[in-house]
């Protein structure tokens, strides 16, 4: 499935680094998020973008800072993260924000996050 | 907001083995949909099923709108189904919130 990539796939960082992860999309779409899954935890939206303009922040800390420069890139700046912040970060993609009810979201693979 | 509560939260299965995994809703819903995450992370559309029942090979899956219920039956598990599914729904807001998730390990 290359329709939504990810990168890196893997990321160690310590509580004073600076880092970003990456998601492009290939699939025309004009809806973006990011989605934190932490250890036996349901899926955590935490921010959705649409043509561009972030419409929804789910009260997330601002150490977490996107960035959506256009329809196919998403990108999810992190700086002096957690421990607790360890986790897989998955980005996804749809046609639109609001869905139609035959529609779906296209996940990437992911980023496993380790913060030391 | 809309909840979405999935049971078991974990199941064990011997390969070759049934079983049937269920969500429930708290409110009506325009779709509901199953995903299934790999061990590696990757989510994967199963099936659109608002309502009725649909097959996709060993897989099939029953909506009773009307109840706010979905099941999602495994037959003749293999090692391969191992992973997290997910149902979501699509509520009125047309958001497509997810449930809490059934972990399941086939063992060979």
């Known amino acids: 499935e290359t329709g939504v990539t990810q990168t890196p796939r893997h990321l160690v960082m310590g509580m004073t680094n600076k880092k970003s992860l990456k998601c492009e999309q290939h699939l025309g779409h004009n809806a973006m998020y990011w989605y934190k899954q932490s250890a036996k935890k349901p899926l955590e939206l935490m921010f959705v973008y649409s043509l561009e303009e972030r419409v929804e922040n789910n009260s997330v800390p601002s150490r977490f800072s996107p960035e959506c420069p256009n329809s196919s890139h998403l990108f999810l700046h992190l700086h002096t993260l957690q421990p607790e912040d360890s986790a897989l970060y998955l980005c996804?993609?749809?046609?639109?924000?609001?869905?139609?009810?035959?529609?779906?979201?296209?996940f990437g693979p992911g980023t496993r996050l380790l913060v030391l | 907001g809309i909840q979405v509560e999935q049971s078991p939260p974990d199941l064990i299965l011997q390969e070759g083995a049934n079983s049937t995994l269920r969500c429930n809703f708290s409110?009506?819903?325009?779709?509901l949909q199953w995903f299934h995450q790999n061990p590696w992370g990757q989510l994967i559309n199963l099936f659109y099923i608002p309502s009725g029942t649909k097959q996709n090979g060993r897989l099939s899956a029953t909506t009773v709108a009307t109840e706010r219920y979905s099941l999602l039956y495994i037959s003749s598990s293999q090692t391969t189904d191992s992973g997290v599914y997910f149902c979501?729904?699509?509520?009125?807001?047309?958001?497509?919130?997810f449930g809490t998730g059934t972990r399941l390990l086939v063992s060979p």
């Open positions: 996804a993609s749809s046609p639109r924000e609001g869905l139609a009810p035959s529609e779906t979201q296209y």
């Open positions: 979501a729904v699509i509520t009125g807001f047309q958001k497509l919130v």
């Open positions: 409110d009506s819903v325009n779709n």
